[in-house]
């Protein structure tokens, strides 16, 4: 198996040179040049196997002969290991043939936690086959930083660096952000939104010494998307055997999760519809509904997680869209850096509106879907996933098809918010108080960044 640049047919790289990156040399993202397609047949065979086992099946293709089978066995077997539950991701009934897939039993309590645990075994399987370190790179506004220190600490060869803007991160995060910090692990607060720091540490990436290696925790990295694939699978084994058309409803805190939605599909998997929720900051709704993505200051909502504009993986979806053309990609890409806004062509947008359709969800809605879940199932639900369970209700092609919510944050972490709605059934923890910040960067500060990176 080896990648290409979505900008650039004539970059190419193996596994191992995926797994230990940012981003690709001339700015796109790594993605595999041919999909492993399995029948109906062969899916159907694995309706019984362990979670690490399926994982295994399904993610084995894309690493080729870069990790022997007996190693990556072995790797993904311990990826699993600090999941709270023996199912690893659970199905949660909440009505008539309709499920939410718990990904929220990891040491995080966060549906990261996947991609995270992969991510850091796999770049130390890499790093201590050659000796090598690195600096672990990206930006978070919570969640994905803490699955990334929780990940890469038991990765002897790296420290982890994080940018999180100063403003918008929910305050437990904040403090366990900052809690976490050590000699390999580094927060930077930026004056800016998440965003910025996305788009910072993109710059960063793109200017960084080749003599130092940097790797990038965020879903820019292709393990971001691989780790999510198997979600699909797993879900619809447990609901049909892996024959039974089945949809998903994704709440829109990352792009990967959707793209890897659609690549489950051109792996043979039957998705036949794929439901993105979104709240107010609604980049994603909009670009699916009406074919006008545009990045903007995003606004605080009840679900935090979804608050930004920036999904580097539309550029992936759009890759596929085109037929894989590269230069198309690359046209649309810069125009989008320069000027914020994104429209494909009709006939790609139209074959992504054959699979995908989107609602955008307000918090007077959240809080209305919250109450009635607990109320009809007793089961207390974070903002995040009532975005996606209300979205499958309402835009769902089919009852008789088995429509799956990917629960990606536990509702623990929204215990005051649902405490208040009456949908918490203990008193909630008392809320964590932030520490002081460290230096704060602007968000155009690179050259400021880059020597503190040096000596971090």
């Known amino acids: 198996m080896h990648y290409l640049s979505t900008r650039s047919a004539a970059v190419r790289a193996d596994f191992r040179s995926v797994v ?24 159907a065979t694995w309706s019984w196997l362990p979670f690490e086992e399926l994982a295994w099946r399904v993610i084995a293709p894309f690493v080729g002969e870069s990790i022997a089978e007996d190693e990556l066995r072995a790797l993904l077997k311990a990826c699993y290991q600090r999941f709270g539950h023996r199912a690893i991701a659970p199905l949660r009934q909440v009505d008539r043939n309709e499920w939410v897939l718990e990904l929220f039993h990891g040491p995080t309590r966060s549906s990261k936690d996947f991609a995270a645990q992969l991510h850091a075994r796999l770049a130390s399987h890499f790093l201590e086959r050659e000796g090598r370190e690195a600096l672990v790179l990206g930006a978070t506004n919570g969640d994905t930083g803490l699955a990334a220190v929780a990940a890469f600490g038991e ?3 790296s420290r982890v660096v994080m940018l999180y803007p100063e403003r918008g991160v929910p305050a437990d995060r904040l403090a366990a952000l900052q809690a976490a910090e050590s000699e390999r692990v580094r927060g930077y607060p930026l004056e800016g939104s998440f965003d910025d ?30 780790a999510q694939i198997v979600f699909y699978f797993h879900a619809a084994l447990q609901l049909g055997g892996g024959q039974r058309p089945i949809g998903f409803s994704i709440p829109a805190a990352s792009f990967a999760e959707v793209y890897a939605g659609y690549v489950a599909q051109k792996m043979g998997l039957p998705v036949n519809q794929i439901i993105v929720s979104t709240n107010r900051n609604d980049a994603l709704h909009q670009f699916i509904h009406r074919n006008r993505y545009g990045t903007r200051e995003a606004s605080s909502t009840l679900s935090p997680a979804m608050d930004f504009s920036v999904f580097s993986n539309v550029e992936r979806l759009v890759w596929e869209l085109y037929d894989h053309d590269d230069q ?11 000027t914020g806004e994104l429209s494909i062509g ?34 207390p639900m974070d903002p995040h996933t009532a975005t996606g369970v209300l979205a499958a209700r309402l835009y769902r092609r089919s009852v008789v098809t088995p429509m799956v919510t990917l629960g990606q944050i536990a509702p623990e972490k929204s215990a005051t918010l649902l405490a ?29 960044l880059r020597q503190a990176l040096a000596g971090a």
């Open 346 to 379: 009709n006939p790609q947008w139209l074959q992504a509106r054959m699979l995908i359709d989107s609602y955008a969800v307000d918090d007077a809605q959240t809080e209305a879907e919250i109450v009635s879940l607990f109320r009809d199932t007793g089961l």
């Open 420 to 448: 208040s709605l009456g949908a918490w059934p203990s008193p909630p923890p008392a809320p964590a108080t932030p520490l002081a910040h460290a230096r704060r960067y602007a968000r155009t500060d690179l050259e400021g």
């Open 155 to 157: 990765c002897r060869r």
């Open 328 to 338: 198309a990609v690359r046209g649309l890409m810069e125009r989008l850096e320069a």
């Open 20 to 43: 230990l990156s940012g981003l690709a040399p001339d700015g796109g993202l790594f993605v595999p040049a041919s999909l492993p397609v399995f029948s109906v047949q062969e899916i």
């Open 197 to 226: 720091c996305q788009r910072l540490v993109s710059r960063l990436f793109a200017h960084w010494p080749s003599e130092h290696l940097a790797i990038g925790f965020n879903s820019s990295n292709w393990v971001g998307v691989l």
